[in-house]
């Protein structure tokens, strides 16, 4: 049944068009895509299936005409093998008249609807394959047609089109926002350190001119803690530029360990980072890093019946030092022995660093762990 005229088809498929450009945000461009070609060619079923960054299979799989829970029971999403895999093989339109009689059908996991008739087109970005469009069951029973073809290539084409002007947009929204945080870092360092810097010097200078020992504390204490704050935004500077695959960087996973360990514990230990913690810590050492605070914290938590404990993270002059510094009862017995202090004197060992753990002056124990960053 061909009763449509060319200026319907062509209609329709300008208004499938628009409809891709109505949004610059990729998964709505990828689902408009699906839903609108289906709607397009008159199919009962649809799919857009990405490539994989080495073109060799599906990583994922945006569907039309399937519920979440018809989904859900089917489970596991294409991978692009069987008919799916031809597409990615050769990128041209595929027609067929029944999928399931092609020498390629790998059939139907379990609970998955029934399909015969099959269109597919390859969706291309710069002339490099982006993604495949697969359309199944014609609605009104026949095969897809001839014309069904060249709609369903005109508008993967399109697509290509808007699918790299939403990319476009992402990186652009992404550099935007590497340049704020880079005037951010850069008036932090220029203004607020060097302002608290300053202040700190004009305290001291104070504290020379003072004569009574109060004030001499009181004034060395704020110093202190100024030179904490410098510390800290220092740190945070450096987390301001963090590197492309720091989602799940050294510094959240060592909080996550202290959320781990939290019931242990009986409270939240404190986490203290100098330096460019998430940056620049080497892939291999920094589950080594993380391992030692978790070794750290599981013996607070074991043997010092303590009501606090302090971690601090240090990166820099070539070196990642770890130190853990707890108010219980101190090594006592332990001084010598122990599965977990061996575990850290040899992990330190290992990695050409050293290891040191001693009681504190005023109770608890206090430990000590660094290693180089070799390149």
Do not use: C
Not at 49 to 67: E, Q, Y
Not at 203 to 217: G, K, T
Request: net charge negative; hydrophobic share 40%.
């Amino acid at each position: 049944m061909e009763a449509r005229s060319g200026a319907e088809d062509l209609r329709r498929l300008i208004d499938a068009i628009m409809s891709l450009g109505s949004d610059l945000d990729l998964p709505v461009v990828l689902r408009r895509l699906a839903e609108a070609a289906v709607e397009l060619v008159g199919a009962r079923y649809g799919a857009l299936g990405v490539l994989s960054a080495d073109r060799t299979h599906l990583s994922s799989f945006v569907t039309v005409g399937i519920d979440d829970a018809e989904a859900e029971r089917i489970g596991e999403l294409p991978k692009g093998h069987g008919i799916l895999g031809l597409l990615i093989v050769q990128p041209e339109p595929l027609r067929l008249h029944d999928l399931r009689q092609h020498p390629e059908s790998f059939g139907f996991p379990p609970n998955h609807p029934p399909m015969r008739s099959f269109l597919g087109v390859p969706v291309l970005v710069r002339g490099e394959a982006f993604g495949n469009l697969y359309l199944t069951d014609k609605i009104d029973g026949d095969d897809f047609t001839e014309v069904d073809e060249e709609l369903a290539v005109g508008l993967a084409a399109a697509a290509g089109v808007a699918i790299e002007n939403a990319r476009l947009l992402a990186r652009a929204r992404e550099l935007d926002i590497a340049q704020e945080r880079e005037r951010i870092a850069r008036d932090l360092h220029d203004t607020v350190i060097q302002r608290l810097f300053a202040t700190g010097l004009s305290l001291q200078s104070a504290a020379r001119l003072a004569d009574q020992p109060e004030v001499v504390d009181r004034i060395q204490q704020a110093v202190d803690e100024l030179d904490l704050t410098v510390r800290d935004v220092r740190s945070s500077i450096f987390e301001l530029n963090p590197p492309p695959t720091s989602s799940n960087g050294l510094r959240r996973q060592l909080l996550a360990v202290g959320d781990e360990l939290f019931d242990a514990l009986g409270f939240s230990p404190t986490f203290r980072f100098e330096g460019p913690v998430d940056s620049g810590v080497p892939d291999a050492l920094a589950p080594h890093v993380v391992a030692v605070v978790r070794e750290g914290l599981a013996n607070v938590a074991k043997h010092a019946g303590s009501p606090t404990a302090e971690v601090r993270i240090s990166v820099g002059g070539g070196e990642v030092a770890v130190g853990l510094d707890d108010a219980g009862r101190g090594m006592g017995e332990r001084s010598s022995g122990g599965n977990g202090i061996r575990n850290l004197t040899t992990r330190a060992a290992e990695l050409g660093g050293t290891f040191e753990v001693a009681d504190r002056p005023g109770g608890g124990t206090s430990v000590r762990w660094r290693v180089p960053i070799l390149d």
